[in-house]
């Protein structure tokens, strides 16, 4: 029997079909996807802290509504992305323990600091459009929770990078001052960002069997290769200069080429030696403990409910 189930799996992902929660599915297929989807999750609830820290200095009433809505955009991915794991029989209050004790990751980008307001603008433009590079494809995952998740994700991503590049070109109409604090903050982000995508192709071991069941629709290095082209003509248009002094288009290969990220740092980053791991972790401990009595509260409420409907 398990050898039919398997075929109807086989045929249903070679077919292109999306493969639901009822289905049935082998382990390691849903083992891989409740990594990816958690982390995909843990790294969006993480994410908001660097650009939180700027809610209360944004400097206009405009600026802040717009960060506002963002960081609140983020919980939101974080909420369906939970949701979508849980369709897979992972229990979310056991997945945050394993963010809080770091048995699970989360991208490494978010342990980086905010340094500037320019750091906002930076994000929205160059770690958001990562993002997106990343996750259009996505919304053709094999498993559809995950694929339908994605699709309002993206829109609500595409926002968020629009709305950093033009505080970037507000910023470059601006001062000396200002401009230079727009550079600095693409020479610290720019190598970060590029990390996003994962370690180089024949350092990744999880690709091939993810690719293979369709959860993932390119490799890290094609993504990666994917952002570059996108994003030089923005840097241009901007008037910044990207810090890698390989960067240029290839005629040949109708692609730019460029240097390669320090996979050492990436390394370090991942295994929580980044500088900011420790601050945001201790920062997500913190909220879920502080949250605690409002879990509470609504468990008690929930089961007066109940009790009540059966009475
Ligand atoms: N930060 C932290 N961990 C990473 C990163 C990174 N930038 N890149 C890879 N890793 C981890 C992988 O999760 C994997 O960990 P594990 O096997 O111990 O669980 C390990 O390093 C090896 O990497 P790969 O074999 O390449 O892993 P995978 O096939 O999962 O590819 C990728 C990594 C591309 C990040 C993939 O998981 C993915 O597309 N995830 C969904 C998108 C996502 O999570 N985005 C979050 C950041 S964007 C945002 O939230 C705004």
Not at 45 to 60: D, L
Not at 78 to 100: K, Q, V, W
Not at 214 to 231: A, G, P, Y
Not at 298 to 310: F, L, P, Q, T, V
Request: charged share 30%.
């Amino acid at each position: 029997a398990e050898a039919r189930l398997q075929e109807h799996f086989d045929a249903t992902i070679g077919r292109d079909q999306r493969i639901e929660p009822r289905d049935w599915m082998p382990d390691g297929y849903r083992r891989t996807l409740i990594r990816q989807i958690a982390q995909h999750a843990h790294s969006e609830i993480i994410g908001m802290q660097p650009e939180g820290q700027w809610i209360t200095r944004a400097p206009s009433l405009r600026r802040k509504a717009i960060l506002l809505a963002k960081v609140q955009d983020e919980a939101g991915h974080g909420l369906y992305l939970y949701s979508a794991a849980e369709t897979l029989g992972a229990d979310r209050a056991e997945l945050t323990e394993m963010l809080i004790d770091g048995r699970q990751k989360y991208s490494s980008i978010f342990n980086y600091p905010t340094l500037t307001f320019a750091d906002v603008g930076v994000i929205g433009w160059l770690v958001d459009g990562a993002a997106i590079c990343n996750q259009v494809p996505l919304c053709r995952s094999s498993y559809g929770p995950y694929a339908r998740a994605m699709i309002r994700i993206c829109k609500e991503e595409s926002f968020h990078q629009r709305q950093g590049y033009e505080l970037l070109l507000t910023m470059m109409r601006g001062t000396d001052a200002q401009r230079e604090m727009v550079q600095d903050a693409v020479n610290r982000w720019w190598w970060p960002s590029l990390m996003m995508f994962g370690p180089p192709d024949d350092a990744s071991p999880n690709s091939a069997r993810s690719m293979a069941w369709k959860i993932k629709r390119h490799s890290n290095d094609e993504l990666r290769q994917r952002f570059v082209d996108m994003t030089v003509p923005q840097a241009e248009k901007l008037g910044v200069t990207l810090p890698d002094p390989e960067l240029r288009w290839n005629d040949e290969r109708g692609h730019y080429d460029f240097g390669a990220p320090d996979w050492d740092e990436l390394r370090r980053v991942i295994s929580g030696d980044g500088p900011c791991n420790a601050e945001r972790i201790a920062r997500r401990r913190a909220a879920h403990e502080e949250g605690a009595w409002v879990r509470e509260a609504a468990a008690a409420y929930a089961a007066k409910r109940a009790a009540g409907r059966r009475a």
